[in-house]
T-cell receptor
Framework: EDQVTQSPEALRLQEGESSSLNCSYT??????LFWYRQDPGKGPEFLFT???AGEEKEKERLKATLTKKESFLHITAPKPEDSATYLC???????????FGTGTRLKVLA | GAGVSQSPRYKVAKRGQDVALRCDPI?????LFWYQQALGQGPEFLTY????????KSGLPSDRFFAERPEGSVSTLKIQRTQQEDSAVYLC???????????????FGAGTRLSVL
């Protein structure tokens, strides 16, 4: 069964304290993996798409990486405005369905 | 604005009432998705449209849930005889391409928060 698991569920960091969020997946024939950011009361906002193992993408303080079993979202020197829930999602094979993880709630303290 | 618009933002229904949730996707976007998001959870897929065709409704939890996109733009998610377990945020997303051909970024609306009393 296709599955996406994110860890940790919640993470509190001091401003400037770097860390990583994990997204593990079991999907046959991975076509790609998406990272989204969701602020309270809003819909998810696109961050990255990764297509194959070994691929990396960066945007400001965020870097996403992909292996054959998991993806990491690395946050370098985070700021309070990086506080949000970070979601990963994968399309299933043979259907139009996307599976989202439960997300990591990140809180960055000033 | 040019984003995905959903209405109403909040809906309170008594158990047993019917509700209709509206989604205005980005103009020209082929694909439209509906998701259900419970508190503290990630979005769960409900259904997918490519233009006016509903190509996947495997995530609709029961036959009380019905979605349509008759002219390939605006979509409505209807829930009949609402139950307490239907309380959630309903998110709509659109993307430019048809999902069968390529992966594409989904642009989400802010959602409709449904509370069933």
């Amino acid at each position: 069964e296709d599955q996406v698991t994110q860890s940790p569920e919640a993470l509190r960091l001091q401003e400037g304290e770097s860390s990583s969020l994990n997204c593990s997946y079991t999907v046959s024939g991975l076509r790609g993996l998406f990272w989204y950011r969701q602020d309270p009361g809003k819909g998810p906002e696109f961050l990255f798409t990764l297509y194959s193992a070994g691929e990396e993408k960066e945007k400001e303080r965020l870097k996403a990486t992909l292996t054959k079993k998991e993806s990491f979202l690395h946050i370098t020197a985070p700021k309070p405005e990086d506080s949000a829930t970070y979601l990963c999602a994968v399309p299933t094979s043979g259907t139009y369905k996307y599976i989202f993880g439960t997300g990591t709630r990140l809180k960055v303290l000033a | 604005g040019a984003g995905v618009s959903q209405s109403p933002r909040y809906k309170v229904a008594k158990r047993g009432q019917d509700v209709a949730l509206r989604c205005d996707p980005i103009s020209g976007h082929v694909s439209l998705f509906w998701y259900q998001q419970a508190l503290g959870q990630g979005p769960e897929f409900l259904t997918y449209f490519q233009n006016e065709a509903q190509l996947d409704k495997s995530g609709l939890p029961s036959d009380r849930f019905f979605a349509e996109r008759p002219e390939g733009s605006v979509s409505t998610l209807k829930i009949q005889r609402t139950q307490q377990e239907d309380s959630a945020v309903y998110l709509c997303a659109s993307s430019l391409l048809g999902s069968g051909r390529a992966l594409d970024i989904q642009y989400f609306g802010a959602g409709t928060r449904l509370s069933v009393l």
